[in-house]
């Protein structure tokens, strides 16, 4: 019983904000070096979206959030980040598939995966929801078709545009 209260608690200060979003150095899909601070300190709303190129729920994540993005942005005054997984192998790859799948949001590489230690989760996909001083204020695991309006709900929260 006490085990399960300090998880509550401890969910509770998670999704309060003040847990900002780890200021690690990744790469960008041309090989330049760039800190999430350069994207999450904008004062932006901002999705954060693990994935890699061999699972197909991120993709279906990505893909079905693709689709509403634009309005997204414009409406929430938003950005999503798609930080890819992939090793130095399989980093080859996603330039062709981002430009196949039309995805036109920013994607980044965490083919070391300093990003996803820092934040301390497992598998992907993992998506992050920050508000706009660049603090987590909500998080999920995996995707099932609906989650996106979950998220939706969530971004809309953020902006008072309920």
Known sequence: MIFSFVLLLNSIVFYAGNNPFPSINI????????????????????????????????????????????????????????????DARGLTKVPAMVQSKGWEFIVLADSKQDLMQALNFQTVPQTFLLNEKGEIVYSHNGFKAGDEIELEHKIAELSGKK
């Open 27 to 86: 790469k960008s899909l041309d090989g330049k070096t760039v800190s999430t601070d350069d994207y999450t300190k904008q004062g932006k709303i901002t999705v954060v979206s693990f994935w890699a190129t061999w699972c197909t729920p991120c993709k279906a994540e990505l893909d079905v959030i693709n689709d509403l993005y634009s309005e997204w942005a414009e409406k929430y005054n938003m950005q999503l980040l798609a930080i890819t997984i992939d």
